[in-house]
Nanobody, 121 residues
Framework: QVILVESGGGLVQAGGSLTLSCVAS????????MSWYRQRPGMEREYVGK???????VYRDSVKDRFTISRDDGKNTLYLQMRNLKPEDTAKYFC???????????????WGQGTQVTVSP
């Protein structure tokens, strides 16, 4: 059973920093790319960034110079370091994995429950 559990959200002032974590279980974490998404109030869920199995990350343009995605395969944990936060970063942040569990199965999307980040002006 794939389980993703995010933590680390909270309230922060504009210009501040937060680091989110996502602990994964139920699959071989080190073999898979992992992603962060967010859902801002009244908007569709959107892609934030992704890190592949060898640690190379890509980001959406609006966060590219402020957010850093990293992973610790020994701890089955994905991180999202957020700096210089802006009010428009206010959202619920979700960890995402697209993995195949079990021999011969197709990959499936898995999501955590999300963690809320609120950035005050």
């Amino acid at each position: 059973q794939v389980i993703l559990v995010e933590s680390g959200g909270g309230l922060v002032q504009a210009g501040g920093s937060l680091t989110l974590s996502c602990v994964a279980s139920g699959f071989d974490f080190g073999l898979y790319a992992m992603s962060w998404y967010r859902q801002r109030p009244g908007m569709e869920r959107e892609y934030v960034g992704k890190i592949n199995a060898v640690g190379s990350a890509v980001y959406r343009d609006s966060v590219k110079d402020r957010f850093t995605i990293s992973r610790d395969d020994g701890k089955n944990t994905l991180y999202l370091q957020m700096r210089n936060l802006k009010p428009e970063d206010t959202a619920k942040y979700f960890c995402h994995a697209y993995v195949a569990v079990g021999w011969g199965t197709n990959p499936t999307d898995y999501w955590g429950q999300g963690t809320q980040v609120t950035v005050s002006p």
